[in-house]
């Protein structure tokens, strides 16, 4: 065996969203036996750097299902797909009709992101933000400001299921899309 790809939520993580200790041990066998292992998920990396520091994971990772790639040792992000304007304008509307609020995440330049959103609507989408290390990582801004030249790596959204659901319809025609929806929390319920 020369490499491992974990993904994170039900697989490399417990139900707490961590590292178990038996999992870490794991790890560092690994590194031991020189196997080499990374991580591909569906989450962001600001979401998922605090979890792996400390877990010798030096390899490329794939973030946001391979939109985003990250390249630990050069401290940089690559990206092989990012949305149109039109894409994002069907994505925001939709998202607008279901009172679902979209938060939009772009790679600058300097290599740093920001998310823009429209004004948040309730206490869940403020715990989304804290959660996924928004407030500490990234810088947020008013969708408004949100430049037309933007690189937007992907937009996230939390919501009711059948919210959700009435979003992901209303952009399926997008021939580019790859939209998803699962449970926001592993184990817990908001």
């Known amino acids: 065996m020369e490499l491992i790809v974990f993904d994170l939520d039900g697989t490399l993580l417990n139900q ?3 590292i178990s200790d038996y999992t870490s041990e ?3 066998l690994l590194a031991e036996k020189e196997i080499a292992y990374t991580v591909a998920t569906g989450r962001t990396l600001h979401s998922a750097r605090a979890i792996l520091e400390g877990h010798r994971f030096l390899l490329p990772q794939a973030y946001k299902n391979g939109v985003m790639i ?3 040792e050069q401290s940089r992000f690559s990206s092989g797909a990012l949305l149109t304007p039109d894409e994002l304008d069907h994505i925001v509307t939709a998202c607008i009709r279901q ?3 979209p938060f939009v995440f772009t790679l600058e330049e300097d290599q740093q992101h920001i998310v823009y959103h429209p004004p948040l609507q309730s206490g869940v989408e403020e715990r989304l933000i804290s959660s996924l290390g928004i407030e500490a990582d990234v810088s947020t801004r008013p969708l408004t400001e949100l430049p037309d030249d933007a690189a937007i790596t992907h ?5 009711r299921s059948d ?13 580019h899309l790859v939209a998803y ?3 926001a929390w592993e ?4």
């Open 187 to 190: 184990g817990r319920q908001w």
């Open 70 to 72: 990250w390249h630990p």
């Open 163 to 175: 919210a959700i659901q009435a979003v992901l319809n209303s952009v399926q025609d997008e021939p």
């Open 26 to 28: 794991t790890l560092k």
């Open 181 to 183: 929806s699962g449970t």
């Open 16 to 18: 707490e969203s961590e």
């Open 99 to 101: 009172s679902v609020t």
């Open 155 to 159: 937009v996230n959204a939390i919501s």
